[in-house]
């Protein structure tokens, strides 16, 4: 099972940015996915997660209205649409298959002017 995180970037407030989690050695389309991130200091942080078929979607509170989360099961890919970037968005992103207990390597955004 591997999960391979691509995407971050350094980006200034108010910015765009896709995060894309391509994924292999399971049966993707079934499993319910998950990002999280963590900042410097602190612990992991669900961001959003989406069901096996696209939805449901969930989200925590802080990124509603902002982040948009979607997979493509023909791809094997789950992403995450960041829109308004905000200054504590800044984290390793990383994504989750729950019921693998799996997590991929993480991939740095930091938000800043």
């Known amino acids: 099972v591997q999960l391979v995180e691509s995407g971050g970037a350094f980006m200034q407030p108010g910015g765009s940015l896709r995060l894309s989690c391509a994924t292999s050695?399971?049966?993707?389309?079934?499993?319910?996915m998950s990002w999280y991130r963590q900042a410097r200091g602190n612990g992991r942080e669900l961001v959003a997660g989406i069901g096996s078929a696209g939805v449901p979607t969930n989200y925590v509170d802080s990124v509603k209205g902002r982040f948009t989360i979607s997979r493509d099961n023909a791809k094997n890919t789950v992403y995450l649409q960041m829109d308004s970037l905000k200054p504590e968005d800044t984290g390793v992103y990383y994504c989750?298959?729950?019921?693998?207990?799996?997590w991929g390597q993480g991939t740095l955004v930091t938000v800043s002017s």
């Open positions: 050695g399971f049966t993707f389309s079934i499993y319910y």
């Open positions: 989750f298959v729950r019921r693998l207990g799996v």
